[in-house]
């Protein structure tokens, strides 16, 4: 079909357009609301995240001190072990 230039236009009442542009004014408040929520709940995860971090850094330093007291403590068997073997030498 040939277009011969004429072109319709729809109108959209104006009841609709006030209709339309309420619900996004009342959406406006929500979704403004929704964003600050989103905020507050970032901003807690940031926070746990901070926590979990430390206490994974408290965990390492932990189990370093661990490992030497481990090296400290084989040292002190073994020289155990040797001191009852020089006892054993002079009964």
């Known amino acids: ?13 104006s009841w609709l357009w ?12 929500m979704l403004l609301l ?9 901003r ?3 926070r746990l995240c901070e926590q979990n ?5 408290s965990i390492e330093t932990i189990k370093t001190d661990m490992a030497v007291i481990k ?7 073994d020289g155990h072990d040797e001191l009852k073997e020089l006892l054993r030498e002079y009964e």
């Open 53 to 57: 971090a430390a206490a994974v850094q």
């Open 1 to 13: 079909m040939s277009g011969n230039g004429n072109t319709t236009t729809v109108q959209i009442p």
């Open 18 to 29: 006030k209709g339309i542009t309420g619900i996004i004014f009342a959406m406006i408040p």
């Open 71 to 77: 090296n400290e403590m084989i040292h002190i068997t």
């Open 44 to 46: 807690d995860l940031e």
């Open 34 to 42: 929704w964003v600050i929520n989103l905020e507050y709940r970032v």
